[in-house]
């Protein structure tokens, strides 16, 4: 599966965005799609993740309450839809794929990636 996420932008604080992940070469509803994000300087983080078998989600601390990922497997899409976003959310974003059946959390479970798009959050 080869996957592109898009939607970045840069925003301000407590504005909402909404990334979305498209699949090719496969299906969403076959992969369990994640959500990671790089700040400057940091490593990248887990955001949050879909399995594909229960469609069952989970969430980074960090993010929860504000963030929803979603799955159109007409669309073959996955988004993430950011709320009242803060500064600190500011990072690349990435979704990638995974063959696991439970909702891995650490990158190393993730085989395929998409190239990243950039959100910014201005204070």
């Known amino acids: 599966v080869q996957l592109q996420a898009s939607g970045g932008g840069l925003v301000q604080a407590g504005d909402s965005l909404r990334l979305s992940c498209a699949a090719s070469?496969?299906?969403?509803?076959?992969?369990?799609i994640g959500w990671f994000r790089q700040a400057p300087g940091k490593e990248r983080e887990f955001a949050a993740v879909i399995s594909w078998a229960s469609g069952r989600t989970y969430y980074a601390d960090s993010v929860k309450g504000r963030f929803t990922i979603s799955r159109d497997n007409a669309k073959n899409l996955v988004y993430l839809q950011m709320n009242s976003l803060k500064a600190e959310d500011t990072a690349v974003y990435y979704c990638a794929a995974s063959r696991f059946v439970g909702s891995p959390r650490d990158e190393r479970e993730f085989a395929y990636w998409g190239q990243g798009t950039q959100v910014t959050v201005s204070s």
């Open positions: 070469e496969g299906t969403v509803s076959t992969y369990t």
